[in-house]
Structures are given as structure tokens and as C-alpha cells.
């Protein structure tokens, strides 16, 4: 990986600083993804995509449009419905030495795929003791904001950042989705790779009742169209600020920005980007530096991420907090129909913890 | 990565399958084969399913090419009964069509039709007891309306609406019908085989006398859930009725995706040693029998039967589905085994008992039952306009007794939308 492009090369993302590199072009994230997949197939014939409706359709949300085309039935398929299968069948070519890509059509599909992922994908280099590895990506839609209704809209990611041997990253842009993907793919352990479908489109700001937004007036929807890396475990600070730090990723990046531009309030936004393995160090640094912390997810709370972020910040900023840290998140139901946008971690609730954990500033 | 010291050996290839026709192709079906009508044999129920494995093979047909009833799985059934399985079907159409067009006015987010597939189950639920229990896949509505239930209850859902039961926490078309012996849906797949096979196992259990009858589509057998209800059922030969609906298609997925290339769904039955029966799913008859003989075995502890009702999808996954793209425009109307609605009004005419007018003058009348069903409806409001369910209701539901976390959080919520202006109200 010596001579990649590494996301250090572009911290600002903008088009100037990638056109020494190669060519960029407007993107929004399936698109982005699409392209990441193009790449790597291109790169290492090892790589292949599998999934229901990813072959001949190009996958329900088109992010595999064209590949089966051009790369041939035997590298990119359509699979049986059976989630279990998918990534059963995906460890298996991973342990003949191949590195698939398999999609879950939603996030809400996974939990069939369960044992699998739990007991084997992330278990298997520990019980060989490295004999055998999973490095496989597994891709798939997730969140809500879609009026998807509790089958198409959960965020299951801290089922995942609770088991050892997975990797967990969530790109908030077409930039980084592309090069997250990518080095996702190269990755050599199984690394969840979660969607945020509300963006597939455009930014949002919460706001659901405002016209929609696309991503082509967004510095992030200018990609390279060539291959580029963002390493996991790094975060990305969207925004510096002094006043506090806000920890987010997916979709809520977006929504945090819309708030924290509105409410006028000098917050370091951080994009987390990866979960696990996560990037301490930055947060570390953030928190040290504005001495108040707020954690922002879509998922629900209970044993959410955001717990493990407010346990890590304060085992390691104790000294540092002027504030108690407030978590914003989904509510501990399940994701309901009608009443979506009561439920959505919406601009009010986050004011409302921006007001609470401001008020003695 | 091919072994070099292995050269001199045959290369391995890997097979995907390939559907016939994609767009823009000509479509013929020659390559389905249809037996002709009566001529699959019909066993006593208590015959031990080793010993009628073909029926797993061919398809049990009764309306023949000249609309006539024939052949030993004939159910017999008197005209009235006729007229109220074709005026079920008819009517499961036209609400499709009006529920379809209102998701496509902006009503309601989602919809998913049964067109073409009416017979599979308005049938099903005509030969069985209304205290059976179904657990349908979310293309079943056609159970509840051959069941007589309210069309505005059912619109309710769909709207999300004041009137909505599930107090607006499911997407549209995931009913639940206890009353109407009807499972809730679930929108993950499959879900509901081994829970039907649990429900019947319970019934047997305690000497009851009721049996139960699932449906999935034939991409769904795919699931792991599928074989372990297939297993659970041989075992304990629960009274159930398992019904695989192949349409042919799984979204954009052929069913040679769920191993149609290689033998019939019905045939999954034969390695697990149930009954499994292979049928003409647009034709009413086949299906009204073939559930009447699974019923019966059901009911005389004779144990389960996998039926695969051989059918097609006649329009798009769902509303957020365009066919176009993968398939063949001209599949629909090249279907061999025809519309079902059609070939059941032709055999009652053959019969003497209907005529297109009498045919034409249901179709408007059930035409202005359901618009007047609609407006019903929507007089407790549509989707996306305006707080149709009080906002507590969200956390309703969750567990029996709220704990403290979720009454917390409630409080949180009432104190936002206050501080919001209730901008979800505002439309
Ligand atoms: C566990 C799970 N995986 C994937 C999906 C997405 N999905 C919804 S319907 C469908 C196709 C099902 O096809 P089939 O079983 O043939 O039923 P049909 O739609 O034809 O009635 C898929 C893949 C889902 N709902 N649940
Ligand atoms: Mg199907």
C-alpha cells in the first residue's frame, strides 16, 4: 500500500488536491460505491460480489449496476435468499482465498446471517490461529428516514461492535464511501460495512419536511474515479470548533452540521467513520480540548455504541469533562411507520441536549 | 490460484443460473411443461406420502382446456360456492388496483399486489375452516378478504391511519387479524414457516382440533427457516398445511435461484417424508382441492403437506418495483396456465351458472364497494398528513408494562414535540 493514496493525502477532500492524483467526478454514494466495487474488481480478480438481486438487476438500491456485465456471472451473482447462506458461502470462498463482497439487501436482513458472522466469520483466524482468515466485506443498507417502517429502517451496528474479530465502519459521504469500501475490501479480517440509505441521494438535515438535497453541491460528492484509500480507524473532524465535541457518524453527521449551524455554537464535529477498530485518539484529543462531549447515533439506546463512547471518554477524559455526557439517540422501541419522525433523532432532541450540556458554559 | 501441479486435470466451472427471457427478448413457454387436466391420480388421505412421490413432480390440474371440471382431484363444488370463490378473487383484484393507485397518488408509502396469484390464496381459505390458523406471507391478502374481512380495516393499515389497529407501527400491508385467524405479517422472510409448524404442534398437544396453513413464495424457501420447519413438522407430523407460492420470480431473481433448475419445490418435501402435492395455482379448483386433501390428512393426524401452487407474478415485486428491468414484458400474457379469475368464469359460463354480463356488472359493482371502502377509509386520514395516532402510542407495545427507561424516554418525547411546534403536525 506504499504508494496509495491515503486519506492523509486528501484531508480536505477538495477537487484540487486529488486532480494531481487522477481524475474526479461528481458522485452521489451508491454511485461512489459502485465505483469503489468497479475498482477493485478491476484491481484483483479475487474480488467478488454476491447478493439478492446484485447480478443481473444491479441490486435494489443499484450500487452494483453493470458490474455483472462487465465483469461476468462467475464474479458477480444473484443469490438464493437465504442470509445464513450468503455469508456461510462467503467464508468459504474467503477460505479458499477469494475476497468477497456480499450484500444483505437491508440491515433489518442480517440477523439470519448471525451465526455466521458471530460464530465464524469473526472467530476464524482466533481458532486457527490464523490459518485460516475471513477477509470478507460485508455491504448493506441501513437507518431509517425512508418511512421503511421496522423491516427497512434498524441500525444494528452495535449488535456488531459488541463482537470481537469484526470490523465496523459507516461512511457519511460519497468520498469516504468509496475509500472506506475500498480499503474495507483490502482489508484481511471481515469488516461490517453499514449504509446510511437515508444519504444515498443527498445530505440531510433532519429537517424531513424540507425539500431533499443532493449531493452534487457537496465538497464530499467529488470523487476520484480512480483507486484511493481512507483507512478504517481513523475518524475525520467535519468541523473544528472549541466550545464542545460532538460525536457522530451516518446520517447523523449531517444532521449534527444543520444543528450545530443553526443553534450558532462553536462544536467539533467528528465523524467516527469506523467504529471498530475505533480512532481514541482523536476523540481523545477533541474532548481534552472542549472539556464537554455529545454522542449522536440513529440506533437505539440501550447498549447502543454511544454507551461505549460515554464509557470511553469518561474512563479517559474524566479530568477534562466540565459537563456530563449527553447521548442522543433513537428511542428503545422499534422503529415505527407513522410516527418516524418522532422516533428520528431529530434538530430538536439534539438542541435540546446542545442547550442542556451548554448551560453552564 | 489453480493448482499448477494439477494441470493435466479437468477444469472445475462454476454454474449460475440464467433465466430465458430477459427485456427486450420473445417469450415462449414451451419449456413448462403442463400435464393435461385430471391426470394426476388423487390418493386416499391416509396413503403414506413414500407412496405418491410423482405428485411432487407433475401438477394436479382440474379445469381443463374447455373450462370443464374433470378428473379425480374435481372438489365438486356447488355454483354458489363458485360465485363466491370468483367473487373473492375479483374483488382481492379490484382492491389491489385501487390500493395500488393510491401508494402512486402519494396516500400511503408502499403496496404490494397479488395479481395473477388470487386463486393461491382465496382458494386455500374457501377449503379451509374459518378457525384455522393462517400465517401468511405478505402477498395473503387474499385470505382475509375470502374471509369477508373489512376492507376499511384493512385500507386503515395501509394508511396508517386514526382507524389503524397496529396503531401505524407496521408498514402497509403487514396486517394482523387474530379475529380473522390471521397471523400478523412479518417483513422479514420465512419467519412465519416455523411458527406455523409450533402453532399446529400446540393444537395437537392439547387435542385440539384446529390445524394451521402457511405461505411463502417460492424464493423464500431458500431461508434456513423453511428446513427447520420442514423438519419440525415430519417430526412431530404436526397438522399443517405448507404452502410454497412460486410465481416464478423473487424480485428480480428467477426462481432457478431457489433451485428450480434442478427439481420442482414441491419435491422439497420428499426428502423430509411429507406429502408433497405439486398444483395448477390459477386454477381454482386444483387449489381448493389440494388444500381440502392437506386439510383432511391434517385433521385425521395423518401429519403435514408442502404444497407448491405453480403460479405466476403478473405485475411488480411490489411499489417500489419495475419488472421492466430484468424480465421480458411479454411474460405476463405468455403465462401457459392463464389468469385465474378468467379460467374460473369461463368454466362457471361452460357451466351455465355466469355470463360476461352478469361478470362485467360484479366487476363495477365490487369496483364501487371498494371506492366506497377508500373514502371510508379515508375519512380517518392518509399517510403523511397530519398525527394520525396520538404520539404516546409509540411507545405502546414494547414490552406489557412500560419500564422506566421507556417512560423517560416518552416524557422526553412529549417535552420535544412541545418545544417543536409539532412540526409533524403541520401539514
Ligand atoms: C430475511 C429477508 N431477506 C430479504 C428480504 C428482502 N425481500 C423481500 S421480498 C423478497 C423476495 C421474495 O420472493 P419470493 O419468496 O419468491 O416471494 P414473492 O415476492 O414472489 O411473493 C426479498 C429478497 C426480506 N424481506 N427478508
Ligand atoms: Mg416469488
Known amino acids: ?170 461512511p457519511s459521504t460519497p468520498y469516504d464511501a468509496k475509500g472506506l469500501l475500498i480499503a474495507a475490501i483490502e482489508d484481511n479480517d471481515p469488516v461490517i460495512f453499514f449504509e446510511p440509505k437515508r444519504i444515498y441521494n443527498g445530505p440531510f438535515d433532519g429537517y424531513w419536511d424540507r425539500p431533499s438535497q443532493n449531493w452534487s453541491k457537496h465538497p464530499a460528492g467529488e470523487v476520484p474515479t480512480g483507486y484511493y484509500r481512507v483507512d478504517l480507524g481513523k475518524a475525520k473532524v467535519v468541523r473544528p470548533g472549541e466550545a464542545l465535541t460532538i460525536l457522530a457518524y451516518g446520517t447523523m453527521v449531517h444532521v449534527c452540521t444543520a444543528v450545530v449551524a443553526e443553534a450558532g455554537v462553536d462544536a467539533e464535529i467528528i465523524d467516527l467513520r469506523t467504529l471498530v477498530p475505533l480512532d481514541i485518539e482523536t476523540i481523545e484529543a477533541s474532548v481534552r480540548k472542549t472539556g464537554r462531549c455529545m454522542i449522536v447515533h440513529e ?55 446542545l442547550k442542556k450540556i451548554m448551560k453552564d458554559a | 490460484m489453480a493448482d499448477p501441479t494439477r494441470a493435466n486435470l479437468p477444469r472445475l466451472s462454476l454454474h449460475v443460473p440464467e433465466p430465458k427471457f430477459r427485456p427486450g427478448d420473445a417469450v415462449d413457454f414451451v419449456g413448462v411443461e403442463v400435464p393435461p387436466a385430471g391426470s394426476a391420480p388423487r390418493p386416499d388421505t ?3 406420502p413414500r407412496d405418491f412421490t410423482e405428485l411432487a413432480y407433475t401438477m394436479v390440474r382440474v379445469l381443463d382446456e374447455d373450462n370443464r371440471a374433470v378428473g379425480p382431484w374435481d372438489p365438486r363444488l356447488s355454483a354458489d360456492t363458485l360465485r363466491r370463490i370468483l367473487r ?64 376499511v380495516d384493512m385500507m386503515n393499515q395501509i394508511y396508517s391511519n386514526k382507524g389503524d389497529r397496529l396503531q401505524g407501527k407496521q408498514l402497509p400491508i403487514m396486517y394482523s387479524a387474530k379475529e380473522a385467524g390471521f397471523f400478523s405479517i412479518s417483513g422479514n422472510l420465512t419467519t412465519q414457516y416455523p411458527q406455523a409448524v409450533g402453532w399446529a404442534m400446540a393444537s395437537a398437544a392439547k387435542g385440539d382440533t384446529r390445524i394451521s396453513a402457511v405461505w411463502c413464495g417460492e424464493g423464500s424457501t431458500a431461508e434456513g427457516d423453511f428446513h427447520s420447519a420442514l423438519t419440525f413438522a415430519t417430526v412431530y407430523r404436526a397438522p399443517v398445511i405448507m404452502n410454497i407460492v412460486n410465481n416464478q420470480w423473487a424480485i428480480s431473481s428467477f426462481s432457478g435461484f431457489a433451485g428450480a433448475e434442478a427439481t420442482t419445490f414441491a419435491a422439497r418435501a420428499v426428502g423430509y417424508g411429507i406429502a408433497g402435492l405439486r398444483v395448477d395455482g390459477n386454477d381454482a379448483l386444483a387449489v381448493y382441492a389440494a388444500t381440502q386433501w392437506a386439510a383432511e390428512r391434517a385433521r385425521t393426524n395423518q401429519g403435514p403437506t408442502l404444497i407448491e ?103 422526553q418525547m412529549m417535552a420535544e414535540e412541545a418545544a417543536s411546534g409539532r412540526p409533524w403536525d403541520r401539514k
Open chain 1, 299 to 353: 440506533a437505539t439506546r440501550t447498549s447502543g455504541f454511544g454507551a461505549e463512547l460515554s464509557a470511553l471518554v469518561q474512563e479517559r477524559c474524566f479530568y477534562h469533562l466540565e459537563a456530563p455526557i449527553e447521548r442522543v439517540t433513537g428511542f428503545d422501541t422499534p422503529y415505527p411507520h407513522s410516527l418516524e419522525w418522532a422516533y428520528f433523532p431529530g434538530p430538536v432532541r439534539i438542541g435540546e441536549a
Open chain 2, 88 to 151: 373473492h378473487m375479483a374483488l382481492l383484484r379490484a382492491f389491489d388496483e385501487r390500493m395500488f393507485r393510491a401508494q402512486r397518488q402519494g396516500k400511503t408509502s408502499f403496496y404490494m399486489k397479488a395479481t395473477g396469484e388470487e386463486a393461491v390464496s382465496v382458494a386455500a381459505a374457501h377449503a379451509l375452516d374459518y378457525e384455522d390458523m393462517c400465517f401468511p406471507s405478505y402477498r395473503q391478502q387474499g385470505l382475509l378478504i375470502a374471509r369477508d374481512w373489512s376492507l
Open chain 1, 1 to 170: 500500500m506504499s504508494e496509495a493514496m491515503t486519506d492523509n493525502d486528501v484531508q480536505n477532500d477538495t477537487a484540487a488536491d486529488i486532480a494531481a492524483d487522477g481524475d474526479t467526478t461528481r458522485m452521489n454514494m451508491i454511485q461512489a460505491i459502485n465505483s469503489a466495487l468497479d475498482v477493485m474488481m478491476a484491481r484483483d480478480p479475487d474480488v467478488i460480489v454476491m447478493g439478492e438481486d446484485v447480478g443481473y438487476f444491479g441490486g435494489v438500491f443499484r450500487a452494483t449496476a453493470g458490474l455483472q456485465a462487465k465483469f461476468g456471472k462467475t464474479r458477480v451473482f444473484d443469490t438464493p435468499i437465504t442470509e445464513c447462506g450468503i455469508i456461510g458461502v462467503a467464508v468459504g470462498m474467503g477460505a479458499y482465498g477469494l475476497r468477497p463482497v456480499p450484500e444483505i439487501q437491508f440491515a433489518d436482513y442480517i440477523y439470519p446471517a448471525l451465526d455466521q458472522l458471530v460464530s465464524e466469520a469473526a472467530r476464524l483466524r482466533y481458532r486457527s490461529a490464523g490459518e485460516f482468515t475471513s477477509p470478507i466485506t460485508v455491504r448493506s443498507p441501513f437507518g431509517g428516514g425512508i418511512f421503511g417502517g421496522q423491516t427497512h429502517s434498524q441500525s444494528p451496528e452495535g449488535i456488531f461492535t459488541h463482537v470481537s474479530g469484526v470490523k465496523t465502519v459507516i
Open chain 2, 46 to 48: 391416509a396413503a403414506s
Open chain 2, 309 to 411: 401452487h405453480f403460479t405466476y407474478r403478473a405485475e411488480g415485486h411490489s411499489t417500489s418495483d419495475d419488472p421492466t428491468q430484468y424480465r421480458s414484458a411479454g411474460e405476463p400474457t405468455a403465462w401457459p396456465l392463464g389468469d385465474p379469475i378468467r379460467r374460473l368464469k369461463d368454466h362457471l359460463i361452460a357451466l351455465g351458472e355466469w355470463d360476461e354480463e352478469r361478470h362485467a356488472a360484479q366487476d363495477r359493482e365490487l369496483a364501487e364497494q371498494v371506492k366506497a371502502a377508500q373514502k371510508e377509509a379515508e375519512k380517518n386520514g392518509i399517510l403523511g398528513h397530519g398525527l394520525h395516532q396520538p404520539l404516546d402510542t409509540l411507545f405502546d407495545g414494547v414490552f406489557e408494562e412500560m419500564p422506566w427507561h421507556l417512560r423517560e424516554q416518552q416524557a
